[in-house]
């Protein structure tokens, strides 16, 4: 069973809007929330993270947005650039963050048209 | 954020067979992990490589297929053994975040990843 889910396999936004990446979890254990980008034959690179303590976390173009009650969190790029096209992964753990291991998503292809 | 090198980058192997699969950290971290990511799927947590000790490793996963090395804080190998096509994935190293007091700060930091094919 699937603990955080990314239910939209791609999004196509076009450059200059918004982008809204969404993401889910079951485990109301999970208190720690980072976001990943990972490019064709690269790793993935850490984008952003939000604890739960808190429901808006944000750097530059990237806002992270948690809702605990719904157990769901979101991540706002704007405005879109054509270098933001890539795969996002959510990705959920216990309190102690990485170090806990982390649980991910299946990704979303986000494709920014220019 | 430390700089994680993998070798290989890419591999293509025959069923039977074993690859091991090195990661180098350019300074000392903590923790440090395995994934794997197959076609299609999420990265899924293979095991905790443990400096001086046995790794610990996730349901589902078990040291004969994947032994596990860590001599030291900068260096781990992944072995993957008697490969099938099923192990055909991605294997990434990855290692804690350390802020600057050297306290761990929540994120990891992957390696480029290691792609094999197993045929």
């Known amino acids: 069973d699937q603990q955080v889910k990314q239910n939209s396999p791609s999004l196509s936004v076009q450059e200059g809007r918004i982008s809204i990446l969404n993401c889910d979890y079951t485990?109301?254990?999970?208190?720690?929330f980072l976001w990943y980008k990972k490019y064709p034959a690269e790793g993935p690179t850490f984008l952003i993270s939000?604890?739960?303590?808190?429901d808006k976390n944000e750097d530059g173009r990237f806002t992270v947005f948690l809702n605990k009650s719904a157990k769901h969190l979101s991540l706002h790029i704007v405005p879109s650039q054509p270098g933001d096209s890539a795969v996002y992964f959510c990705?959920?753990?216990?309190?102690?963050?990485?170090?806990?291991?982390?649980?991910f998503g299946k990704g979303t292809h986000l494709i920014i048209q220019p | 954020s430390a700089v994680i090198s993998q070798k290989p980058s890419r591999d293509i192997c025959q069923r039977g067979t074993s690859l091991t699969i090195q990661c180098q950290v350019d300074s000392q971290v903590t923790m440090m992990f395995w994934y794997r990511q197959q076609p299609g799927q999420s990265l899924t947590l293979i095991a905790t490589a443990n400096q001086g000790s046995e790794a610990t490793y996730e349901s589902g996963f078990v040291i004969d297929k994947f032994p596990i090395s860590r001599p030291n804080l900068t260096f781990s190998t992944l072995t993957v053994s008697n490969m099938s096509p099923e192990d055909s994935s991605i294997y990434l190293c990855s290692v804690t975040g350390t802020g600057g007091s050297g306290v761990d700060t929540g994120e990891l930091f992957f390696g480029e990843g290691s792609r094999l094919t197993v045929l």
């Open positions: 990705a959920a753990s216990g309190p102690g963050g990485g170090a806990d291991g982390l649980t």
């Open positions: 939000i604890s739960s303590i808190k």
């Open positions: 485990n109301s254990m999970f208190d720690y």
